[in-house]
């Protein structure tokens, strides 16, 4: 069973990327259910244009589903090991942190700044991870 203080984190994160696809699904829903779009008006080839807040919600999500196996296997080496949890546990949460905070930015527009601080909060995740990871298989 993992410790709570991992437990935590990985369900906020996954509460994170559930929540990021609920927009999109929400949106694509609402439009299907009012009559302006069919259910199958997304192929993945093609995708029909929409809303730019929608665009960047869906973004975010692969975002998320792209580094989630990297977060789970770093909160297993940590939960593996007494002294890395003590010593690395509070990392996790802070990852969980920046990857919330990397997708409200992500979220929130495309401009240059906000682009190069969600590559800096990206950067910073995989360090976090790498981190964790090597402290881990050294221990």
């Not at 991992?6 to 829903?29: D, E, K, S």
């Not at 495309?110 to 910073?124: A, E, K």
């Amino acid at each position: 069973m993992l410790p709570s203080q991992l437990l935590a984190p990985i369900v906020t994160y996954a509460l994170l990327t559930a929540g990021l696809v609920g927009v999109v699904f929400a949106y694509r829903t609402t439009l299907v259910l009012l009559r302006r779009s069919a259910a199958n008006s997304w192929p993945r080839s093609q995708p029909k244009a929409e809303p730019l807040l929608v665009q960047r919600a869906h973004d975010a999500h692969k975002n998320c589903v792209e580094t989630f196996p990297l977060f789970l296997v770093a909160s297993l080496v940590v939960a593996s090991n007494g002294s890395v949890l003590t010593d690395w546990g509070w990392c996790i949460s802070w990852l969980v942190g920046i990857r919330i905070l990397q997708s409200a930015i992500h979220v929130a527009g495309t401009q240059p700044i906000l682009v190069f601080i969600r590559g800096l909060l990206y950067v910073g995740q995989l360090l976090g991870l790498a981190l964790i990871s090597v402290a881990g298989v050294v221990a």
